[in-house]
C-alpha cells in the first residue's frame, strides 16, 4: 500500500513538471467525459419531462384519434394532410352511453388561426372542446370562467386564453370582457386560464385559445367531425380494460366486422409514455455514444504522451532499474501515471457536465437531469481508458535494458 501510494505522489509530481502538456493531454477525457455526461444528463432531463407531461394532463387519460396509427396508408395519409376516417359525434355518444369504465369524455378540434386585438394579432392554436374538457385536459381557470354546457348547445362566441396569449395581445391590460377576433370572428373573453409552462418539446403550452367545439365547428372551421376524442378511464388501474371497452364500442358503431381493421386508434397515456422514453432512450444512447469518440481521442493522446515521458526518463528508469527496482515496479508506476492522468481528466470532465447542465437549464428551454450514475460510468470508463492506453507506454517502459538506458543521453 505504501508503494503504492508512493506511485501516485510521483504520477501527481510528473504532472506538475510539465503542466501545460498534461492539461492539454487531458482535454480529450475532460471534453468526452464532460459530452458523455452532459448528453446523459439531457437525456434523463428529456424522460422526467415526458413523466411529469403526462402526470400534468392526467395518468387515466384515454386519447382516440381517426385513422390507424398501426397501418402505413393511414400514416402516409395523415402526413399528406389527409385523412382516411373521421371521428363525429355519433362516436362520442356511444362512448358516453355504453362505456362502463369511462367516467367522461369530450370532443376536441383544434388549429392554428390568426387571433387579434386592437392593433396586435398574432398566431394561436385554438383548442376547442366541451365543458367537461377543461377537466379532462387539466386546464385551470385563473381569471373569470370557463365556458359551459349552455354556451357549446348555443355556439356561443366566448373564449377563454391561455398566458402566453394575454401577454401578446393585451400586455397589462384586463381581457375579461374584451371582444378579440379569431381569423375575423367576434369572440368575448371570458377567462384567462393558469400557466402551464412548456412541454417536453419546448412547446409554449399557454400559447392556446379554448373556445366551445360547436362554435370551432360551425362559425370557424366549418366541419362536422372531431380531431380526437378525450376519455378518463374510472381507475389508473383498469385503464387497459377501458381502451379495450372503448374499441369493442366504436368498432360496433362504425360497423367494422371481426378480422377487418379498425379505422381509430385508442391509446393512453402510459402507452405514449413507454414510446416518448423509448424515443429519448435511444437518442440519448447514441448522442453519448457520438460523444465518448472525444474519449478514444483522449486515450491515444495518454498514450502518446505516456510514450515520450518513457523517452524522457529513459535514464531515470535505468537508474531506478540499477538500485534494484524490478520490471513490475516500474510497469506499475507508469500504469499508475497514466490512470491518474486520466481520472483527473474525468473528475474535470464531469464538473464541467455539471456546469453546462446548470446553464442549459437556467438559460434555454432543456431540462437536464445529473445523476450519479452517468457519473459512476463515466469515471470508469475513464479509467479503463487510462489503464489501456498506459500499458504499451508501461511494458516499454519495464523492458528497457538498465544498461542501454545508463548510456542514454
Given at each position: ?6 506511485n ?13 502538456r498534461?492539461?492539454?493531454t ?28 403526462v402526470?400534468?394532463?392526467?395518468s ?7 385513422g390507424n ?19 363525429n359525434s ?11 369504465l ?15 386585438y386592437?392593433n ?25 370562467k ?17 398566458q ?17 377576433k379569431i ?7 371570458i ?13 409554449d ?5 379554448s373556445i ?9 372551421y ?13 381507475s ?13 364500442i ?13 379505422d ?14 423509448v ?6 444512447v ?5 460523444a465518448?469518440?472525444?474519449?478514444l481521442?483522449g ?33 506499475i ?10 481520472i ?10 455539471v ?6 437549464t437556467?438559460?434555454?428551454?432543456l431540462e437536464?437531469s445529473?445523476?450519479i ?9 475513464s ?19 538498465p ?7
Amino acid at each position: 500500500m505504501k508503494r503504492f501510494l508512493e506511485n501516485i505522489k510521483i504520477a501527481f509530481q510528473a504532472l506538475f513538471l510539465n503542466k501545460l502538456r498534461s492539461l492539454l493531454t487531458m482535454l480529450g477525457i475532460i471534453i468526452g467525459v464532460g459530452a458523455v455526461v452532459a448528453m446523459l444528463s439531457i437525456g434523463t432531463g428529456a424522460q422526467q419531462s415526458v413523466i411529469e407531461s403526462v402526470q400534468d394532463i392526467g395518468s387515466n387519460l384515454i386519447i382516440i384519434s381517426p385513422g390507424n396509427i398501426e397501418d402505413v396508408q393511414d400514416i402516409r395519409s395523415t402526413m399528406m394532410g389527409g385523412q382516411t376516417s373521421e371521428l363525429n359525434s355519433d362516436d362520442l355518444e356511444a362512448i358516453n352511453k355504453e362505456a362502463t369504465l369511462v367516467t367522461q369524455a369530450a370532443p376536441v378540434v383544434f388549429s392554428s388561426s390568426v387571433v387579434s386585438y386592437s392593433n396586435k394579432s398574432t398566431y394561436s392554436t385554438v383548442y376547442a372542446s366541451s365543458e367537461n374538457g377543461r377537466e379532462l385536459y387539466n386546464m385551470d381557470v385563473e381569471r373569470g370562467k370557463f365556458y359551459t354546457r349552455s354556451d357549446v348547445s348555443n355556439t356561443s362566441n366566448v373564449a377563454v386564453i391561455g398566458q402566453s396569449t394575454v401577454k401578446k395581445l393585451f400586455d397589462n391590460i384586463d381581457p375579461i370582457g374584451k371582444i378579440i377576433k379569431i381569423d375575423g370572428k367576434n369572440f368575448k373573453v371570458i377567462g384567462t386560464l393558469e400557466s402551464r409552462g412548456t412541454d417536453m418539446f419546448g412547446n409554449d403550452q399557454d400559447d392556446f385559445i379554448s373556445i366551445p367545439v360547436t362554435t370551432a365547428q360551425n362559425k370557424l372551421y366549418g366541419m362536422n367531425s372531431y380531431n380526437m376524442i378525450l376519455a378518463q378511464s374510472v381507475s389508473e388501474e383498469e385503464i387497459e380494460e377501458a381502451c379495450e371497452e372503448i374499441k369493442s364500442i366504436l368498432r360496433k358503431q362504425r360497423g367494422i366486422r371481426f378480422g377487418e381493421k379498425d379505422d381509430f386508434s385508442v391509446q393512453n397515456q402510459t402507452q405514449i409514455l413507454d414510446v416518448l422514453s423509448v424515443i429519448t432512450g435511444i437518442f440519448t444512447v447514441v448522442i453519448a455514444g457520438i460523444a465518448s469518440i472525444s474519449l478514444l481521442v483522449g486515450g491515444i493522446g495518454i498514450m502518446n504522451i505516456m510514450l515520450v515521458s518513457v523517452t524522457e526518463r529513459t535514464r531515470e528508469i535505468g537508474i531506478r532499474k540499477a538500485i534494484g527496482a524490478k520490471n513490475r515496479d516500474i510497469l506499475i508506476q507508469f500504469l499508475v501515471e497514466s490512470t491518474v492522468l486520466s481520472i483527473t481528466g474525468g473528475i474535470f470532465g464531469i464538473l464541467f457536465a455539471v456546469l453546462v447542465s446548470t446553464i442549459l437549464t437556467r438559460f434555454t428551454i432543456l431540462e437536464t437531469s445529473v445523476t450519479i450514475m452517468p457519473i459512476i460510468i463515466a469515471l470508469s470508463f475513464s479509467t479503463v481508458v487510462g489503464l489501456f492506453f498506459g500499458i504499451y507506454p508501461a511494458m516499454r517502459a519495464a523492458r528497457l535494458n538498465p544498461i542501454d538506458a545508463l548510456r542514454y543521453e
